[in-house]
Nanobody, 122 residues
């Protein structure tokens, strides 16, 4: 089983950047697909990006393509999300998740972190 802890959230102005990290513990991290989701107040949890366990293939929601980059370092048991050109509509709690394969629906992931708040001011 994998345990996940996110960090790196905060307050940033529109157009700025943030890098989120997700520290994983547990022997199965290197064999788990990983993903980032986000949830804004009053909205459903939304897919952001996913990456295969090898790190060779990644997937993005259309609105994040070209602005966000997901990556992982299996030697450090870490997942990252580099977010550039942030917009006020990117404001949400961001969660990392682990699962058997890299999908875009939250039901495909069985382990979740507690989330980190990202607030983008206009």
């Amino acid at each position: 089983q994998v345990q996940l802890v996110e960090s790196g959230g905060g307050l940033v102005q529109a157009g700025g950047s943030l890098r989120l990290s997700c520290a994983a513990s547990g022997r199965t991290f290197g064999r788990s697909a990983m993903a980032w989701f986000r949830q804004a107040p009053g909205k459903e949890r939304e897919f952001v990006a996913a990456i295969t366990w090898t790190g060779l293939t990644s997937y993005y929601a259309d609105s994040m393509k070209g602005r966000f980059t997901i990556s992982r370092d299996n030697t450090k048991n870490a997942l990252y999300l580099q977010m550039n050109s942030l917009k006020p509509e990117d404001t949400a709690v961001y969660y990392c998740a682990a699962g058997p394969r890299a999908g875009s629906t939250w039901r495909e992931y069985d382990t979740w972190g507690q989330g980190t708040q990202v607030t983008v001011s206009s």
